[in-house]
């Protein structure tokens, strides 16, 4: 069974630092391009940042947390990450990873998402 586990998330104070993991297992995720997408309450979800797969070497961040998250991937541990950095209020939301190959099957795969909560 192919799938991704979200890991790292939690409770952290305002300008707080946290790690999210995006672990996968049963594919290859160096063959994937990797999104972070969040949801917060009462709110749409929406894209945060992404990283190219093998065939590319390109990072992507939504406007809002440009400066202050990094994604990045290992692919010998089969891995992805989120550093979010001088976290607020406004990052509270579900983070989620999703795996993304057109040419490859299964085309996408979604975790089940960790809770990120900022407050003081």
């Known amino acids: 069974q192919v799938q991704l586990v979200e890991s790292g998330g939690g409770l952290v104070q305002p300008g707080g630092s946290l790690r999210l993991s995006c672990a996968a297992s049963?594919?290859?995720?160096?063959?994937?391009?990797v999104g972070w997408f969040r949801q917060a309450p009462g709110k749409e979800r929406e894209g945060v940042s992404c990283i190219s797969s093998n065939w590319g070497d390109s990072t992507y961040y939504r406007d809002s947390v440009k400066g202050r998250f990094t994604i990045s991937r290992d692919n010998a541990k089969n891995t992805a990450a989120l550093r979010m950095n001088s976290l607020g209020p406004e990052d509270t939301a579900v983070y989620y990873c999703?795996?993304?190959?057109?040419?490859?099957?299964?085309?996408?795969?979604w975790g089940q998402g960790t809770q990120v909560t900022v407050s003081s």
């Open positions: 999703k795996a993304d190959c057109y040419v490859c099957y299964p085309t996408a795969i």
């Open positions: 049963g594919f290859t995720l160096d063959d994937y391009y």
